[in-house]
């Protein structure tokens, strides 16, 4: 599951414990490893061009790869006192690792702030020194550094309590949000994406599409900007949005456990008779 990342165990899988070896989650891409048979995603993450970047077979799941658990609960929102967050302020969220921040999009979350004096960029703390640089980038843009505020650390139901206090969040480029996407449309907030050119940067527009959002959807940074724009201007929409996300979360495709563990066992299946097929054949 992990790939080459923390806590991954491939050397494991060298040894064949299994006649077919599958890859899910965690790692976003091709392992290029010859233990590692088939990799499960799904159209939008791996479009049928790009199949010949991956080492593995591509199989797809027929809905968003990225499995949600529908009964993970909901906490109470936590009120924007308690996270530094002005009441009246439209917040525009990325509550992703400081690693992800790049900064062409950085400059287009600068250049909605400009846009409108009532909002402030809500960032997920890292180190001092992280917090220092982006406050100077945000002053050298004309945005007072104060309009920039930090999110520390908490616990994952604090964390998702205090989600609602977002208005929007903003992906990342060229390695968005997974999980941090996930978390924010389960409390309702809707996301905004730009569509990226690898599986990395492909899953928030898989989650989008589940979720029945793909209008939140751009092609181009210069989209992306242009979409951020029109969005804070009109801040009625986001309303809209999160009015969506919370009358259709019972029924919600990118939330629908059930049905993505009908197609996962399909799935899982269909990989078994093949493999069973090709032993036959290789007897006779």
Known sequence: RHGYTLGGRLGILASRPAPVQVHYMSFPGTLGFDAIDELIADAEVIPPDDERFFH??????PRCYYVNDSRRGLPAPAPRSAHGLPEDALVLACLNQSHKLRRPLFATWLAALRARDDAVLWLLSGTARMQRNL???AERAGIAPERLIFAFPVAQDAHIARLACADLALDTLPYGSHTTGCDALWVGVPMLTCRGKTFAGRVGASLLEAAGLS?????????YGARLQELVAKPARLTEYRDYLERTRG???????????RDWEAL???IYDEAVARSISSIL
């Open 251 to 261: 029924r919600n495709p990118l939330f629908d456990t059930a049905a993505f563990t």
């Open 56 to 61: 593995e077979r591509v199989r797809r799941l």
């Open 215 to 223: 209008e939140l959807i751009a092609d181009s940074p210069e989209e």
């Open 268 to 270: 899982l299946l269909e």
């Open 135 to 137: 406050r100077v980038e």
